[in-house]
């Protein structure tokens, strides 16, 4: 049995964190570094779609006359020109 004033704490328990800034990740490097911290696993979010992003960012009139204008323009574009 250890002496009393020598008790060692064994705790190992997963918490979720979420990064505020880049720097955080240089800190938790250094906390592994010196086995403070494991870090399990970096989640990587997949990029949103700009479909997604933009959703219901213009009134649809507004977009139903660019999408018309796009639409004018891709003909305009395609044609043959002599």
Known sequence: MPPKHLIYWKMMETVL???NDKKA???LENLEDLRIIKVLR???QPPQKLSEK???KLPSG???DLQ???TQSRKEWNR???
């Open 17 to 19: 964190v979420q990064i």
């Open 54 to 56: 933009y959703a219901g």
């Open 62 to 64: 507004i977009a139903n």
């Open 42 to 44: 970096r989640m990587i």
């Open 25 to 27: 990740y240089s800190l």
């Open 68 to 70: 018309d204008y796009v």
């Open 80 to 82: 043959q020109i002599i």
